[in-house]
């Protein structure tokens, strides 16, 4: 059983201010989105997960601050803004099955698994794979799993899946992560180097082709490779 996780009626309150901020985020940028507000289910999975607990300790006063913060080994959680338009661009179900590149400090998990049947999660640096791994048992999330390797080469012992999040920036969309996408629906992530872009990618149901929308700019950090050719190991 779960450890009870300290989750007060102040951490909630600071939770709605978020949550209204992110609201003026997406009015703010509707022109470039396309939206003008998210799937209520997304605010409400972001209302439920206590993005405190995925943070550092000495960060704790800047958890509910609609902004990025560093995890340690190069790697941040994401701004909430961010992470709820993601979430919201998948256009995911209760009954769905979503592939994560980059599990990092767990908070888009978190937020993922609020919305969908199951998550898988891959995450290259061992130390936050284990991290994350502690907090998603601490909080009773069950129906994510999480494995340590190269992101790129994707799950495919786990395909086909409803939905594809890269929660790191690539330099081209990877054609294996393409080719586990279930017909019909869509991966995102951030191409780019020196200027980033989030791109959503929709497989049609019946050509296959791929369609591709630029989003937004945005900066995340590199995508991580491994050399070696294991495939993850789940945890």
């Given at each position: 059983?779960?450890?009870?996780?300290?989750?007060?009626?102040?951490?909630?309150?600071?939770?709605?201010?978020?949550?209204e901020e992110v609201e003026y985020d997406v009015r703010r940028t509707a022109r470039e989105t396309?939206?003008?507000?998210?799937?209520p289910r997304v605010l409400e999975a972001l209302m439920e997960v206590p993005r405190h607990l995925f943070v550092p300790d000495g960060l704790q006063s800047s958890a509910y601050l609609n902004i990025p913060l560093p995890v340690g080994h190069g790697a941040t959680i994401s701004q909430p803004y961010i992470v709820a338009l993601m979430t919201d661009l998948l256009e995911v179900d209760e009954n769905d099955r979503v592939l994560e590149i980059g599990t990092g400090s767990g908070y888009q998990s978190a937020v993922l698994s609020r919305l969908v049947k199951e998550v898988y999660s891959i995450e290259i640096v061992p130390e936050l794979y284990e991290h994350a791994r502690n907090i998603f048992h601490k909080l009773g999330y069950e129906n994510i799993h999480t494995a340590l390797g190269d992101g790129y080469r994707g799950w495919?012992?786990?395909?086909?899946?409803?939905?594809?999040?890269?929660?790191?920036?690539?330099?081209?969309?990877?054609?294996?992560l393409v080719e586990q996408l279930r017909p019909g629906r869509?991966?995102?992530?951030?191409?780019?180097?020196?200027?980033?872009?989030?791109?959503?990618?929709?497989?049609d149901p019946e050509n296959g082709r791929l369609v591709h929308e630029e989003i937004l700019p945005v900066a995340f950090v590199p995508f991580t490779r491994n050399t070696d050719e294991k495939a993850p190991e789940e945890g």
């Open positions: 059983m779960a450890e009870p996780v300290e989750d007060t009626e102040a951490h909630r309150e600071r939770r709605r201010a978020l949550i396309g939206r003008e507000d998210l799937n495919p012992e786990k395909a086909p899946f409803d939905g594809i999040i890269v929660t790191a920036a690539a330099p081209e969309i990877p054609p294996p869509r991966l995102v992530i951030p191409v780019g180097t020196d200027f980033q872009r989030l791109i959503r990618v929709t497989r």
